[in-house]
């Protein structure tokens, strides 16, 4: 069953945990009765990528800022003095979530964490997938027989891991440096 005309509010369980400009946006998204996926294509952005800066995850660039206050008939000032500051992620809920939609998706990590991990290790080696150079799509399939499937996109740059002291550090570091540790703690 498709969801054609509704639109994503703000959830008024969380709204006290979101910064004071996530209501404002999802104000003037109601108001002119826009989805994410209306707003990213009139600010050339992902729409993974909106719903973070309506969530304030994510900080606004002054482009953005212009072409929200435009979509949204929201004053521009306004916007701008909200939008472009530091965001402070990870807020917005509790861990592990209880919204269910949310928990299925700490669930996938929580099932398959490791087993990502172990691949990801093997076809790169040692390190992290960043979740600052990274990108996120949700799109929608449809099977033949009829069923609607989720496919979400994560993308990130791999970021090996580096090791500067290794080439530094020799078997007589350790040594001077365990001992020194062991001084330390000794004296406590």
């Not at 719903?51 to 953005?64: C, K, P, R, V």
Request: proline share 5%.
């Amino acid at each position: 069953m498709a969801n054609e005309g509704r639109i994503a509010t703000l959830d008024s369980t969380i709204a006290d945990r979101l910064p004071a400009f996530s209501k404002t946006l999802f104000d003037g998204k109601a108001a002119k009765d826009l989805s994410f996926e209306a707003i990213a294509k009139h600010l050339g952005r992902s729409e993974v990528a909106v719903a973070a800066l309506f969530y304030g995850q994510a900080t606004a660039s002054s482009e953005d800022v212009e072409k929200l206050s435009e979509i949204l008939d929201l004053p521009k000032e306004t916007l701008a003095a909200q939008l472009t500051g530091f965001p402070n992620r990870g807020q917005a809920g509790p861990m592990p979530p209880t919204e269910p939609l949310i928990y299925r998706l700490y669930e996938i990590v929580q099932n398959y964490g490791y087993a990502y991990k172990a691949i990801l290790n093997e076809k790169f080696g040692d390190g992290i997938m960043s979740a600052i150079c990274f990108s996120t799509t949700v799109d929608k399939e449809v099977d033949e027989a009829g069923s609607p499937w989720v496919v979400i996109t994560l993308k990130g740059k791999w970021q090996a891991t580096y090791y500067p002291w290794h080439k530094f550090m020799t078997n007589q570091h350790v040594q001077a440096s365990f001992q020194s540790l062991l001084g330390i703690v000794l004296l406590l």
